[in-house]
């Protein structure tokens, strides 16, 4: 597995501090008391990325939707999904953002993991191949033979750039994809390291502003519209350990998930204060959706695409994958 969104800040004030914060065991004290749940975890350690996609987690902290389910959640940076498995594994975190495309190569090479709630949908431009003002490419077609960088390889960044060459006749062997984290990627896609990035927000926003970048091709269109982005996981061992901690988490998500689906301004005030992204830029950059509950027919969507593009070498059902909620 790769990681993703990982890398250091870009030279806009917009870029994010992807750096890795210092991780510890949740606290294990029982609660009998906590609103009568009787959680058998009352502090826990929650894995997430300083993006859009993770606004939640922060808005149900700030909004007390944790609080009231006598849970205490502490947010801890990562670098990303594929990166915080052995955390959540050994303990360090006991639940983590993860993207859908590593969760299911995850799942396929025998790891216990749960997806415990949804996060993040895509939506139009939100991941978008982005190219310099003063580029001669002017369709996919003309990416054959050229170098695009991706946050990461044989992920969410390839699997979607794929979709769009097959729709321009051409396949992955057609063009050179390169790592390369976001943050890096306009400047070195100035220097001459690489034809093309592909890029989601802030990014997006920061390189037309500061560079004049372009977009090339919408990357969530076609196979990929609507397509699913990232979730929140544990793992089996977890999920079996804390049921009653887990179910709190679960409701507490949905809520700060429905508040962030209806209300764009609570959004926008959120970001400035877990990511770099400051508040004319919050306002401004294409948001995806967050869906309230997780939804195997969507979900496997995802897992389908992978194994039709060979990053599955046999089919994975979602629905062993996905923790129910509690009744």
Same mark, same amino acid.
């Given at each position: 597995?790769?990681?993703?969104?990982?890398?250091?800040?870009?030279?806009?004030?917009?870029?994010? $501090?992807? %750096?890795?914060?210092?991780? @510890?065991?949740?606290?294990?004290?029982? #609660?009998?008391?906590? @609103?009568?749940?009787?959680?058998?975890?009352?502090?826990i350690k929650v894995?997430?990325?300083?993006?859009?996609?993770?606004?939640?987690?922060?808005?149900?902290?700030?909004?007390?939707?944790?609080?009231?389910?006598?849970?205490?959640?502490?947010?801890?940076?990562?670098?990303?999904?594929?990166?915080?498995?052995?955390?959540?594994?050994?303990?360090?975190?006991?639940?983590?953002?993860?993207?859908?495309?590593?969760?299911?190569? $995850?799942?396929?090479? @025998?790891?216990?993991?749960?997806?415990?709630?949804?996060?993040?949908? +895509?939506?139009? #431009? %939100?991941? #978008?191949?982005?190219?310099?003002?003063?580029?001669?490419?002017?369709?996919?077609?003309?990416?054959?033979?050229?170098?695009?960088?991706?946050?990461?390889?044989?992920?969410?960044?390839?699997?979607?750039?794929?979709?769009?060459?097959?729709?321009?006749?051409?396949?992955?062997?057609?063009?050179?994809?390169?790592?390369?984290?976001?943050?890096?990627?306009?400047? +070195?896609?100035?220097?001459?390291?690489?034809?093309?990035?592909?890029?989601?927000?802030?990014?997006?926003?920061?390189?037309?502003?500061?560079?004049?970048?372009?977009?090339?091709?919408?990357?969530?269109?076609?196979?990929?519209?609507?397509?699913?982005?990232?979730?929140?996981? +544990?793992t089996e061992d977890?999920?079996?350990?804390?049921?009653?901690?887990?179910?709190?988490?679960?409701? !507490?998500?949905?809520?700060?998930?429905?508040?962030?689906?209806?209300?764009?301004? $609570?959004?926008?005030? !959120?970001?400035?204060?877990?990511?770099?992204?400051?508040?004319?830029? !919050?306002?401004?950059?294409?948001?995806?959706?967050?869906?309230?509950?997780? #939804?195997?027919?969507?979900?496997?969507?995802?897992?389908?695409?992978?194994?039709e593009y060979k990053?599955?070498?046999?089919?994975?059902?979602?629905?062993?994958?996905?923790? !129910?909620?509690?009744?």
């Amino acid at each position: 597995m790769t990681r993703t969104m990982r890398g250091h800040a870009i030279v806009v004030g917009v870029a994010l $501090a992807l %750096t890795l914060a210092g991780c @510890g065991g949740g606290g294990e004290t029982a #609660n009998t008391s906590a @609103g009568g749940k009787g959680l058998e975890k009352t502090t826990i350690k929650v894995g997430a990325l300083p993006v859009p996609d993770a606004v939640s987690v922060y808005l149900a902290n700030a909004k007390g939707f944790f609080k009231e389910e006598g849970l205490t959640v502490e947010p801890v940076t990562i670098t990303g999904g594929a990166a915080a498995l052995p955390q959540i594994q050994s303990g360090a975190l006991d639940i983590s953002q993860t993207n859908y495309v590593s969760t299911f190569l $995850a799942v396929s090479q @025998g790891k216990k993991i749960k997806l415990v709630a949804d996060m993040y949908q +895509a939506a139009p #431009n %939100t991941f #978008n191949i982005m190219v310099p003002k003063d580029s001669p490419i002017k369709t996919v077609a003309d990416l054959k033979g050229k170098t695009i960088f991706v946050n990461n390889l044989n992920n969410i960044a390839t699997l979607a750039a794929e979709t769009q060459l097959k729709v321009a006749g051409l396949t992955k062997d057609d063009v050179k994809f390169a790592e390369k984290p976001f943050p890096e990627q306009g400047n +070195a896609i100035n220097s001459g390291q690489a034809d093309a990035g592909w890029m989601t927000e802030p990014f997006i926003t920061a390189n037309q502003s500061v560079f004049g970048f372009r977009k090339l091709a919408d990357t969530m269109t076609g196979q990929t519209e609507d397509f699913p982005i990232a979730g929140w996981m +544990a793992t089996e061992d977890w999920v079996q350990k804390y049921p009653k901690t887990l179910a709190a988490f679960q409701r !507490a998500i949905a809520k700060a998930q429905q508040l962030a689906s209806s209300d764009r301004k $609570a959004i926008e005030e !959120a970001l400035p204060k877990y990511t770099k992204i400051d508040a004319k830029t !919050a306002s401004v950059i294409t948001l995806g959706t967050y869906p309230s509950e997780l #939804n195997e027919n969507r979900l496997q969507k995802v897992a389908d695409l992978m194994l039709e593009y060979k990053y599955l070498t046999s089919p994975v059902d979602v629905k062993s994958v996905i923790a !129910a909620p509690a009744s």
